[in-house]
Structure formats: C-alpha cells, structure tokens
C-alpha cells in the first residue's frame, strides 16, 4: 500500500478528552466495525486480569440510552470475559458517521488488525457514508490518488464489485472496470495469489 508519510490534522484528540466509566452491560459491539470474524481474547484478557486496563476504549451513544463501540472491542470481550462491571471509554459524541468510520479504521490500521481487503472495505465504508477521499487516505496513511483510484473502480463495477480486493488490487482494476469479465476473471487471480494478479495486470493493455 502506498503510504502518505506526510504529517495530517489527528481524526480525534483523544489526549485533550475526559475518561468515563460505563457500565459494560450497556455496551454494545459495532457489526460494521472493518474486522470482522471471530476473535480470541484470551490473551488480553489474562494481561487485563493482571494489569488492568491500560488503554480505554471508545464509544457513541446511542438514541435508546446505551452505548455503540467505536474502536477497542478486544478490550470490551475480554472484559465480558472477566465478569467486570465497567469499562473506561471516550464517548465521542457529536462526530459524523464517516468520521467514526475513519476513526475505527484508522485505529485497527495503527494495531495491524487488517487484512488488505478489509482495509479496502474500511476505506469504501468512510466513503459511502459521505466522508472525503482524503478523510479515507488520512485514516489509513495511504496516498489520496490510491483511494481515488480505487473508489473509481468500485463505482464502475457497482454492486459485483468483490470484496475481497486490497486498494491495490482495486486500483489495477480502474483499467478493466467495464468489463466483467475481466473483474472475474482479475478477482480470481487475486484469490490465488500476487504473482498471478501481477501477471494479467502489468502489462498496459488488456490481455484478459
């Protein structure tokens, strides 16, 4: 992935915010959070039993009383795990839904909790919900043109766009784009393996 190694406005000053403790019972996990599967927090949760909790975690609220994670759900089920009765958190109140997307991708990309394509799917998520492609680059660390490029291709797909393509694999694309065989058939490779991706998109005109 091409990085943007240039300095850029923090997506939240989590520094200059207070720390709550809220009851866990009214904490509830983001499904459209970018990680997705199972998780095993059994470590964290030995090293909490020790330690304590180090860091917070970050959440919304929400029109019913309770609580929407943002970022920190490893803490939030090892907790559960444990049978604690709270949990310190940032409430970020008064954000955009593409700034908590950004938020929530940016944070899993600084833990290297992504794989390429989720980071993808992160990044198409920050730009569905209305936010910028440079709010996108500025949480991932990752050029603008990248994002661009990517997004394009997804518009151009539309709803077959897969999801199981890296921004990269998804910027070779903006070339085939239009044509469906070729997504197929470029997906595919992608599914085998870089070396074969590599094969049917260096070259600068169609061979697919």
């Known amino acids: ?54 860091h917070a975690v970050a959440v919304r609220s ?13 803490r939030l089920l090892a907790a559960r795990s444990l049978e604690w009765e ?5 409430v ?10 950004a938020i929530q991708l940016a944070e899993n990309m600084q833990r290297h909790d992504l794989t390429g394509a989720e980071a993808a799917n992160g990044v198409q998520r920050v730009l569905d919900l209305g ?34 393509l890296t921004l990269e694999q998804y910027g070779a694309l903006d070339e085939f784009a239009d044509d469906r065989k070729a997504v197929a058939a470029l997906t595919k490779a992608a599914a085998e393996g870089p070396v074969s991706y590599t094969h049917l998109t260096l070259p600068t005109k169609r061979i697919v």
Request: overall charge negative.
């Open 1 to 54: 992935m091409s990085k943007n190694t240039e300095p850029s406005q923090p997506l939240v000053q989590l520094a200059t915010m207070p720390v709550s403790i809220l009851p866990i019972e009214l904490i509830d996990p983001d499904p459209e959070q970018p990680r997705q599967g199972e998780r095993d927090v059994s470590d964290l949760a030995r090293n909490m039993a020790r330690a304590g909790q180090l």
């Open 62 to 74: 929400t029109e019913d009383g309770r609580y929407r994670l943002v970022f920190g759900e490893g």
């Open 86 to 90: 709270g949990l310190a958190a940032y």
């Open 92 to 101: 970020l109140d008064g954000l955009s839904a593409a700034e908590v997307a």
């Open 131 to 164: 936010g910028s492609v440079e709010l996108a680059a500025n949480a991932t660390a990752t050029e603008a043109e990248v994002i661009q490029r990517a997004h394009t291709a997804r518009q151009q797909i539309g709803e077959a766009a897969p999801t199981t």
